[in-house]
């Protein structure tokens, strides 16, 4: 596995070995004591999550704001600009975000640690990204950070017309939102 740190240091691309022929390949997608190892630290998954987006589809940025979840992400199919926010407060890089293209012919997954927002916005046709996280899912603890917020300042990509559901539409910006301290 090739491990590369981002302007973030905790933002973490990974890249695992590729083994394929005229047959077809072989990755190891997961491996606990290598990604503890990557990261440097123990961390326990407990939920898999899949979906699956048109382009232009832009989901985010989202966080919880209790049971926070780092998250692993990857694509399966298609691909993605995946973009994290730094939002713990007494960070050195709070309020500044890394974007990085997820494909299925790149193979690269992303480590995001709890107290980043997270998003991401469809390239392809079609786009399946998978995520492994932290904590579960708690509805009622999910914040919506605005993906267009201009203090925070995310380069998306262009010449897509952004598809956006109701609820990430209602996304606030980094000085009004809950954040991490």
């Not at 609820?167 to 954040?179: F, T, Y």
Request: aromatic share 12%; with cysteine; net charge negative.
């Amino acid at each position: 596995m090739i491990v590369t740190t981002t302007a973030i240091p905790d933002i973490i691309i990974l890249e695992p070995k590729v083994f394929g022929d005229s047959r077809g390949f072989f990755l190891e997608s997961y491996n606990q004591n290598a990604f503890n190892q990557a990261i440097g630290q123990k961390v326990q998954f407990v939920q898999d999550n899949h979906s699956r987006s048109a382009q232009g589809v832009l989901r985010g940025l989202h966080y919880q704001i209790q049971q926070p979840q780092g998250k692993v992400v990857r694509v399966v199919g298609g691909a993605v600009f995946d973009v994290a926010v730094d939002i713990r407060k007494s960070s050195p890089t709070f309020g500044s975000w890394v974007g990085i293209e997820l494909s299925e012919e790149n193979g690269r997954q992303v480590w995001i640690p709890a107290g980043f927002a997270h998003g991401f916005m469809v390239l392809s046709e079609t786009a399946d990204f998978l995520y492994k996280t932290t904590d579960y899912y708690a509805p009622e603890y999910e914040r919506c950070l605005a993906w267009n917020d201009p203090d925070v300042g995310i380069a998306w990509p262009e010449n897509f017309e952004f598809q956006l559901s109701e609820k990430d539409q209602q996304g606030i910006s980094l000085k009004n939102a809950e954040v991490f301290g």
